[in-house]
């Protein structure tokens, strides 16, 4: 029997892409498996920033209204096994291993060679359908229309997150282009749910999409949003004459909380034990690591692994509106495919000093390249060789007042978690 460290470094082994994308493949191997995600209720969640919080924000809820609910997201942060959730509970390394050699064995019946996203997808409908969850909170990998995700037929909803540029080389260079792929996953004659704060001219193209699909649309009405209290540790908010308090910071995440609970109005029939105060539970008790995470007082430390010109934006108003008295040191990590320049635009001037580190994995920024890049807006930058290195230099450099902001990366932040939990534990 195979262990989990050997089956985790073949589901890795599997090619990242296709040069023919479409769901040919993965439709192919869930047919052999008896097509277990046409057993299951789904809700499906598409977009650029905003993703798994708005999913983690409905998964928490239908957990609270008494559903054994499945959760899938991606990336992970600290393990792997995040990436499965039935209430909460990571997937178990047995069930892992148990379901990784059913789909293996599909694949190897068929001829069928999936790429990674694919197979864990594969894994992921045969696990939820084996542990009988009553609806499943699903993810999208990339883009939406050949996400093999998109494989599933009628979801209770299809919602849509915040739209902005990022996999310009997969989905294309224009908000447009990407919000056509995004728009792929709405069905015929299903339930839409978009952002409150949509960039316009993706809205135009998912509202021509569902109406081409006679699909209705709901949106948040963002300008009946009333943000109480906004702060490090959670925000406070009215919203159609109810309040609400969630766990995060940041307008933006407020705005993810509303498409999460037009996306529970509309699914209200189909899961009836939703009610008011599950909904306000479920939102207060929504767990999500690396979004904008504080780990420690003093000094103040924060972990955010946002990775586009999007969630730097989001970053920029959360250190504008909480952290505008101190002075920080970022510890900044990125991949070499996302859009570095832009990141740094946006956030970089607000940085006293920053630590540039490569993120493990051969897809990391080289530090020095990330430095040069950097050098435009400040002039105190260091290197750090590895994680470790880089959050003891930012110790060194902070004082008690000032605030340390790990970002960049999903790569990073999951490091960062690591290291700063494995420290809490040791002291």
């Not at 029997?1 to 985790?8: P, Q």
């Not at 479920?282 to 690396?290: Q, V």
């Amino acid at each position: 029997m195979m262990n989990y460290e050997e089956v985790l470094s073949l589901i890795h082994s599997h090619r990242k892409f296709s040069a023919t994308p479409g769901l040919e493949r993965i439709t192919k191997v869930m047919e052999f498996l008896g097509n277990p995600q046409d057993k299951l209720k789904f809700i499906h969640v598409a977009g650029t920033n905003g993703k798994g919080t708005t999913c983690s924000y409905i998964a928490s809820v239908l957990k609270e209204s008494g559903y054994k609910v499945g959760l899938y997201t991606s990336p992970y942060v600290v393990e792997f096994t995040e990436r499965f959730r039935i209430n909460g509970e990571n997937i178990k390394e047995e069930a892992l291993i148990k379901n990784y050699l059913k789909v293996e064995k599909a694949c190897n019946e068929t001829g069928t060679d999936l790429v990674e996203f694919e197979f864990i997808t594969a894994l992921a409908f045969c696990y939820f359908l084996e542990e009988n969850c009553d609806a499943v909170v699903l993810e999208v990998g990339l883009g939406g229309r050949y996400d093999a995700t998109n494989l599933i037929k009628n979801p209770l909803a299809s919602v849509i997150t915040s739209i902005s540029l990022d996999h310009t080389g997969v989905l294309g260079n224009t908000v447009s282009e990407i919000a056509w792929e995004k728009a792929g996953i709405i069905k015929e004659n299903g339930k839409v749910i978009i952002y409150p704060d949509i960039n316009p001219e993706a809205e135009k193209v998912i509202i021509s999409e569902a109406e081409s699909k006679n699909a209705p649309v709901n949106k948040g009405d963002r300008d009946i949003v009333k943000i109480i209290s906004e702060g490090l540790f959670g925000s406070e908010f009215i919203y159609k004459n109810e309040e609400y308090k969630i766990p995060f910071v940041g307008k933006h995440q407020v705005y993810n909380a509303v498409n999460a609970l037009e996306t529970l109005n509309v699914t209200i029939n189909e899961l009836p034990l939703i009610t008011p105060e599950t909904i306000k539970k479920g939102l207060k008790n929504t767990k999500i690591e690396g979004r904008m995470t504080v780990f420690e007082i003093s000094p103040l430390t924060i972990v955010d692994g946002g990775h586009n010109p999007g969630c730097a934006a989001a970053l920029k108003d959360v250190i504008e509106r909480n952290l505008k008295d101190k002075k920080i040191t970022a510890v900044m990590g990125m991949m070499a495919d996302k859009d570095s320049k832009e990141y740094l635009r946006l956030v970089a001037p607000l940085f006293d000093t920053l630590i540039c580190v490569k993120p493990e994995g051969v897809r990391g920024l080289d530090k020095n390249e990330l430095k040069n890049e950097a050098s435009e807006y400040l002039t105190d930058i260091h290197t750090a060789e590895n994680m470790a290195d880089a959050i003891n230099k930012a110790k060194e450099i902070t004082d008690k007042e000032g605030a340390i902001v790990i970002c960049g990366s999903f790569f990073i932040a999951g490091e960062a978690i690591r290291i700063l939990e494995s420290e809490g534990e040791n002291k």
